[in-house]
Nanobody, 122 residues
Framework: QVQLVESGGGLVQAGSSLRLSCAAS????????MGWYRQAPGKQRELVAT???????NYADSVKGRFTISRDNAKNTVYLQMNRLKPEDTAVYYC????????????????WGQGTQVTVSS
């Protein structure tokens, strides 16, 4: 019933910027939190940034001051503005929606997007 689709990844040089987008589709009443996670080859998936429906944001220490997460609640869309990208930012970035309330739900649901590749060259 709910799908998350990421876009905006690509191949860029170090120091440049990218903006990721993730739109949640389907019949959704509320999404308490949306966020971005990333996974590099050979590494575990890690949190990048999250944002609540009220606009409270949290960031991984590695991206503070460089990345900005934002959200459009009316569109059920979350964004990640990535500035001053570094080679170590290279990963597949996954969108997440947590505590999603949908019609006739038995409880709260969690959804993941398919991921979008971000590659930063030296």
């Amino acid at each position: 019933q709910v799908q998350l689709v990421e876009s905006g990844g690509g191949l860029v040089q170090a120091g440049s910027s990218l903006r990721l987008s993730c739109a949640a589709s389907g019949t959704i009443f509320t999404i308490q939190a949306m966020g971005w996670y990333r996974q590099a080859p050979g590494k575990q998936r890690e949190l990048v940034a999250t944002i609540t429906s009220g606009g409270s944001a949290n960031y991984a220490d590695s991206v503070k001051g460089r990345f900005t997460i934002s959200r459009d609640n009316a569109k059920n869309t979350v964004y990640l503005q990535m500035n001053r990208l570094k080679p170590e930012d290279t990963a597949v970035y996954y969108c997440n929606a947590d505590r999603v309330m949908v019609p006739l739900a038995a409880g709260w649901y969690n959804y993941w997007g398919q991921g979008t590749q971000v590659t930063v060259s030296s």
